[in-house]
Every structure is written in structure tokens, then in C-alpha cells.
């Protein structure tokens, strides 16, 4: 299997990638809250079977610069279909490349989501992944906060944000955009997807209101 080309930047090569394991990429509670408003969001502007959305399953079969398999669980991650979601695991070779995978950094796997030669972007691209996207919420590591690639023919080339400042998936049809200390994805309307945090604070807003209306109507059939 030949070595593919990839454009844009090279991080010095540090290592070789090593497989990711369940201890490796937890994190701390930021990055495990950023991962699960991602998936949520995605799978509500999948709207239906239209996607397969999941994070840190374990997906067989991606391969290391020196050609040796690798197994790697995205953070998040889309495939063109949903899949039996009591599998424990995905395999290239079965399931074929995710459409797009998303990386949340942390201090112990950063360098291996953005080396170019001998990290994930050199693994995803050459199992035929079209769009990689890696996330900082706090800028402490990448200052830009968002580094993302995207395949063009055999090449893993820089993909960029628009004029609005997003990240425009040619895959998903949607939009990721730096909101805080998190990625908000955009409908292909425009518009923004709630976090499940927001959503919540909308619903108890509207009980509230509700309560409040039902306790006046309930004060004024007395009188």
C-alpha cells in the first residue's frame, strides 16, 4: 500500500502512532462533554437513519505509516449509515471508512491527532476517511482551536474555515463552528443546533411559564 501525499504543514514526528485504548482517550470531563454535544447534535441533524453517528467505539484496521494495522477510536465519528449500535466494535475492512472523524484533544493524545507523516491525519487518510476535523476548547494547545483536513483524490489536504468562519462539511452538508469551550454544528439552513444543556434550560423555562399561567388562571377561577 502506497504512501499517500498530504499538503499543508508537517508536526515534527515525534512517534509512532500508537492504538488507542479506552484509557487513552477518556480525558477529563470538559472533553467528554464537548464529545457527547457533538454526537448529540449530529445525530439530531441526521434527523432519522440517515447517518451512523458514535464516539470512541473501537474501529479495526486503519494503518500506521510503516504499514502496520493500527485499531483507533474517533472521538466522534459519522458513517453513511447507522449500524447495529450492540456492536462493540467497527472494522475497516467490513464497514468500510467513517465520512468523517472528529478528534477533541488532550495533553496525552494532541500530537498524535496532528501529526501529518505518522499520525491520524496519515491514518485516516489513507483508510479513505474524507474529513478530519481536530478540536481544542480551550486553545491551550492548538491556539487556533481548530485544525481540520479534508481528501481530495489520494491527498489529505487543509480544509478551512469559510468567509463565515466555519467548517463546511461536503460530506454531512452542516457546519462545526467554535461557540465557547465548544464545537456547535449548523443545520444546512443555517441554523444552530441547541446543546443539551440549552435545550434543558429552554424546557424548564417553558414549565416555569406554564406553572406561572397555570397558577394566575387557577388564582382568578377562585375570585
Known amino acids: 500500500m ?12 515525534l512517534f509512532r502512532l500508537p492504538e488507542d485504548t479506552e484509557e487513552s482517550v477518556l480525558g477529563t470531563n470538559l472533553h467528554q462533554q464537548v464529545i457527547r454535544e457533538l454526537i448529540n447534535s449530529l445525530e439530531w441533524a441526521a434527523r432519522g ?8 467505539t473501537r474501529i479495526e484496521g ?13 472521538d466522534v465519528f459519522v458513517y453513511p449509515r447507522p449500524w447495529d449500535s450492540r456492536r462493540k466494535s467497527l472494522s ?11 478528534e ?23 483508510a479513505g476517511v474524507r474529513e478530519y476535523l481536530v478540536f481544542d476548547p480551550t486553545g ?28 463546511h462539511s461536503h460530506q454531512l452538508g452542516v457546519a462545526f463552528g467554535v461557540d465557547g469551550l465548544f464545537l456547535r454544528v449548523y443545520t444546512a439552513e443555517d441554523t444552530p443546533i441547541e446543546f443539551d444543556l440549552e435545550a434543558r434550560n429552554q424546557l424548564e423555562h417553558l414549565r416555569r411559564q406554564l406553572g406561572r399561567l397555570t397558577g394566575q388562571e387557577g388564582d382568578s377561577s377562585e375570585q
Do not use: C, N
Open 140 to 167: 491551550d494547545i492548538l491556539p487556533e482551536r481548530v485544525r481540520a483536513w479534508r481528501r481530495e483524490g489520494e491527498r489529505m489536504v487543509s480544509w478551512l474555515a469559510g468567509d463565515d468562519g466555519r467548517w
Open 104 to 126: 477533541v484533544v488532550s495533553d496525552s493524545t494532541w500530537q498524535g491527532d496532528v501529526d501529518i507523516a505518522d499520525g491520524k491525519v496519515y491514518a485516516y487518510g489513507e
Open 49 to 56: 437513519p440517515r447517518w451512523g453517528v458514535g464516539g470512541q
Open 2 to 13: 502506497g504512501r499517500q501525499h498530504i499538503s499543508g504543514r508537517q508536526a515534527p514526528t
Open 62 to 74: 486503519f494503518h500506521r505509516s510503516d504499514g502496520l494495522q493500527v485499531p483507533l477510536l474517533p
Open 92 to 102: 475497516i475492512a467490513d464497514d468500510g471508512p467513517p465520512l468523517l472523524t472528529i
